[in-house]
């Protein structure tokens, strides 16, 4: 049964750092695209980063260019999400998520509509 388990959430103040985990387990991760998405109060769940299969190939949202690094130890289950500098607007619900209906592929979907697995997320609060 596919799981995905998020970590590493948490309170900073504005400027500072997190690093989210998200654990894979019950299919063949390093077959998948995986993504990174957010969901702030009021606001739709949006993208803000995804990696294909293999880690070649990543996408990143403008507003996090720059600032966040996406990237998946295959050998572990694991993706990765370093967020630094970061702002109060980057306060939401984050969330890992997996397309399994396109595998090994570097061309990765963007949009949350497009991943079929998700996890039950990890809250960032960042302070000003």
């Known amino acids: 049964q596919e799981r995905l388990v998020e970590s590493g959430g948490g309170s900073v103040q504005a400027g500072g750092s997190l690093r989210l985990s998200c654990a894979a387990s019950?299919?063949?991760?390093?077959?998948?695209?995986m993504g990174w998405f957010r969901q702030g109060p009021g606001k739709e769940r949006e993208g803000v980063a995804v990696?294909?299969?293999?880690?070649?190939?990543?996408y990143y949202d403008d507003s996090v260019k720059g600032r966040f690094t996406i990237s998946r130890d295959n050998a572990k289950s694991t993706l990765f999400l370093v967020m630094n500098n970061l702002k109060p607007g980057d306060t939401a619900e984050y969330y890992c998520a997996t397309d399994r209906l396109r595998p090994f592929t570097n061309r990765c979907k963007t949009g949350a509509s497009d991943y079929t697995g998700w996890g039950q997320g990890t809250q960032v609060t960042v302070s000003s």
């Open positions: 990696i294909s299969f293999d880690g070649v190939t990543t």
């Open positions: 019950g299919f063949s991760f390093n077959r998948y695209c």
